[in-house]
């Protein structure tokens, strides 16, 4: 059946649908009934309410709610029952391709604006730009559009053609474009590129299913251009598709390595899946780097590569999503993801981390007035290292790690942290929401237009700064003082200076931009100068920081 809400009384619905779902488990679980028993009950109690309760109500929302009740009584945030619409959005991110006119969008103000064409896609060869505005799609205005109509008209079989009107800042009639549709490819590796030293970095955005493809690709033609060690960055990677987890740890482990186990319902280990391509760069030292965003798949990779040591795991502790998720197909088109396994490491070490728990303290830090967290240059929050009371096992080679939920780094290395003072400036733009985030973008966009801004050396400047709160406050209303906004200076020009150099020239010129300031890569660039195999990279992860340069120069991408 179709998910959606009823106007009509929708908190009765869903309370009513909730406590429906709810008891149904407690009295047709609970007391050992048997399916068809308890689904006797069900359809009882429904018909009862569809019949008799005081306000009519619509059958299919009331089923809509009780399955929802039943969902949210497994606590799980992993189990979601997706629509027939919703489902494709999960398969494009998963599977990585569609038909469209290749544009990331987002909503901004009226208008729908792209923040950016996709590399090779109609859209960027049509040459629109990021910060144009859609004004209208086949002669229909599309003034408050939400994200999803603009993405039901750009979206079609490949071949079609849509025509759409653009507005852009500086040119005062909008533009027209004929868009051809095409199967768009939505890249798991945005770039690579070789640093100094024979370093090869390769960032991976998501487990799609040309990632390990596409991993393999990017690191062959690393090797090519004289890469002799790895940079694998998964720093903000939320997973995915399990089997493209295992391809890629596959790229570097053994033949018949384990690479990750997976339980299901009694604790019993249900398959093992492991390495069978073997070690593709034999001998190359591989630095993985993770952070919080790092989750599942990413876990399973960083894992398997740590419990081999054929990896130096660098950066913060990793997410802890360890479950296994299987998709049903249902009625209607919906589709049901399901928590049925947890993943374990080759040594045995659940990934999962007890996320009911960490809440809780937190909860109980921030009624406490105790910080969780402090936040860094880049605006992110880091976390002290949470190693203590964790149980210990030993890798294949006996190094000592560490369990208990989550994959914690070999090296826990933060970026520089901002003052008490900066802090608070920064927290009171973030209160500000979509009226920072968006200026930002649009002031960029302005930045670029400007005469002699379009060159990748640009400069971000005081009287810049300047004119950015000025656009802040006087465009888009933010609440802020000029005192703050000043004291916020660090991380607002980090911010804009990467956001220029993403929308002027890319994510490689972005990642260039923040090199000097990325504590975890410049410690990996550091240890893999020097290291000539994955022992070295060990024996130097253990000794103090080694002299040199603090920052490395990026070469060519790829």
């Known amino acids: 059946m179709t998910i959606r809400r009823f106007p009509l009384g929708p908190g009765i ?249 997976t339980r299901g319902r009694d604790a019993r280990p249900t398959g093992t899946l492991r390495a069978s391509g073997g070690d593709r760069f034999p001998g190359a030292p591989v630095v993985v780097l993770v952070d919080r965003g790092s989750a599942s798949a990413s876990e399973i990779v960083a894992g398997a590569l740590q419990d081999h040591d054929r990896a130096l795991l660098i950066g913060s502790t990793t997410y802890g999503k360890g479950s296994v998720q299987t998709l049903f197909p249902l009625s209607a088109g919906n589709v049901l993801k399901l928590t049925t396994a947890r993943w374990f490491t080759p040594q045995g070490r659940s990934i999962e981390r007890d996320h009911k728990a960490d809440a809780a303290a937190e909860a109980a830090a921030i009624a406490a007035g105790s910080p969780i967290g402090t936040l860094t240059i880049f605006g992110e929050l880091t976390v002290p290292p949470d190693t203590a009371g964790r149980p210990t096992l030993t890798s294949v080679g006996g190094r000592t790690l560490f369990g208990g939920g989550g994959i914690v780094p070999d090296l826990l290395v933060a970026n520089d942290t901002l003052s008490t003072v900066e802090q608070e400036a920064v927290r009171r733009l973030f209160a500000e929401g979509g009226r920072f985030v968006n200026g930002v973008f649009d002031f960029s966009v302005q930045f670029l237009n400007g005469a002699g801004n379009r060159n990748a050396g640009f400069e971000v400047t005081d009287a810049d700064l300047e004119r950015l709160y000025a656009w802040l406050r006087d465009e888009r209303g933010i609440q802020v003082d000029v005192d703050t906004f000043r004291q916020a200076a660090r991380f607002v020009r980090i911010d804009l200076e990467s956001e220029i150099a993403q929308q002027g020239w890319g994510q490689l010129e972005a990642f260039r931009r923040g090199m000097p300031n990325d504590a975890a890569l410049q410690r990996a660039i550091e240890l893999l100068r020097v290291a000539r195999s994955p022992g070295d990279l060990f024996t130097l992860a253990a000794s103090p920081p080694l002299p040199g340069r603090s920052a490395a120069t990026a070469g060519a991408g790829l």
Do not use: C
């Open 13 to 261: 619905v869903f309370g009513l649908g909730l406590a429906v779902g709810a008891w149904f488990l407690r009295q047709g679980v609970a007391e050992g009934q048997s399916t068809a028993v308890g689904s006797t009950l069900f359809d009882e109690v429904m018909d009862h309410v569809t019949d008799r309760y005081v306000d009519p109500m619509d059958t299919e929302v009331l089923y809509d709610s009780a399955i929802g009740g039943v969902l949210k009584s497994l606590v799980d945030p992993n189990t979601v029952l997706f629509s027939r619409e919703s489902y494709e959005n999960f398969r494009i991110q998963t599977e990585g391709d569609y038909s469209g006119v290749g544009l990331e969008i987002a909503e901004r103000g009226d208008f729908v604006t792209v923040v950016g064409p996709i590399p090779g896609g109609p859209g960027q060869r049509a040459g629109i730009r990021a910060g144009d505005r859609l004004l209208a799609v086949e002669g229909s205005s599309a003034s408050g559009w939400p994200v999803q109509q603009a993405v039901g008209v750009l979206r079609g079989e490949a071949g079609t053609s849509v025509h759409v009107q653009i507005g852009r800042d500086g040119v005062d009639e909008p533009i027209e474009f004929d868009l051809v549709r095409e199967e768009i490819q939505l890249h798991a590796v945005p770039f690579a590129t070789l640093l100094e030293s024979g370093i090869g970095y390769v960032p991976l955005s998501i487990f799609s299913e040309s990632s390990s493809g596409e991993v393999r690709a990017a690191a062959d033609s690393l090797r090519r251009a004289g890469a002799t060690s790895f940079v694998l960055d998964l720093r903000g990677n939320p997973g995915g598709i399990l089997d493209q987890g295992v391809g890629i740890a596959d790229l570097f482990l053994e033949r018949g390595a384990d690479v990750v186990e």
